[in-house]
């Protein structure tokens, strides 16, 4: 179980840029690796060799004491937490940049199921993953980047939830699913449950796809 907390550790060096603290550290112990990242990683110490993160709305605990009630004596499982706990941080990480997306999705919270099934969605899908990472560039972000300016086929210079949501001028827009109510899944295509998380998901990949050919004619 220690053995997983310092691999953890060390994953999470390997991954995300070091606190100034972490310069002291040639002779750093595992003791003060465990008990300053992994607050990190999972949010909360709570006490002595215990920590919490947000897991799934509820509050998941993990403690390396074997006389505390959070005690995880399934490696398995406490595997999963860290991961879990990892996930939860990047998700919040991304929350808190200026990205219009991260901008659009403030207020979402992190939850297990949904990421668990953005990640089978997009896992041998390369267009599902660019659309669910953040992978799109609207007409008008483009523009505001190159000074090129790119309409939509309905005149407008475009932003993403236009180009997806709106446009009176895609074709088979009678086959356009409804606007998702949830913000991850309008702008990042992340399924929440819905019967028709993977029609929404289709329809998203097809808008970007229709968007990048007319961004990128083949030469006459
Ligand atoms: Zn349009």
């Known amino acids: 179980m220690l053995q997983t907390c310092v691999s953890a550790v060390f994953r999470f060096l390997q991954h995300c840029p070091l606190p100034a603290w972490t310069k002291l550290s040639v002779s750093m112990c ?10 990190y990683w999972v949010a909360y110490r709570t ?4 920590w ?9 605990s993990l403690a390396l004491d074997p006389n505390n009630s959070a005690f995880v004596p399934d490696i398995d499982l406490l595997s999963h937490r ?8 990047c998700y919040t990480k991304w ?9 659009m999705c403030r207020e979402v919270p992190y939850l297990e ?4 099934a953005a990640r ?13 990472t953040g992978g799109c560039v609207s007409q008008a972000c483009l523009q505001n980047r190159t000074g090129l300016p790119i309409a939509c086929p309905c005149g ?3 932003t993403m939830e236009h180009e997806i949501w709106e446009c009176p001028y895609v074709p088979d827009i009678l086959n356009r699913p409804r606007t998702p109510s949830n913000p991850i899944q309008m702008r990042l295509g992340w399924p929440v449950g819905s019967t028709d998380d993977e029609a929404i998901l289709a329809w998203m990949i097809a808008c970007r796809k229709r968007s990048l050919a007319l961004r990128y004619k083949p030469p006459r």
């Open 52 to 60: 919490r993160h947000p897991d799934d709305g509820k509050t998941a």
């Open 47 to 50: 006490g002595s060799w215990t």
């Open 95 to 103: 929350q808190n940049t200026n990205r219009n997306d991260a901008d």
């Open 30 to 39: 595992f003791r003060f690796l465990i008990n300053q990242i992994l607050p």
């Open 156 to 158: 407008q210079i475009s």
């Open 120 to 132: 089978k969605l997009s896992s041998d899908n390369a267009r599902a993953f660019a659309i669910m």
């Open 82 to 89: 860290l991961r879990e706990g990892f996930r939860a941080y």
């Open 113 to 116: 199921k949904s990421c668990q």
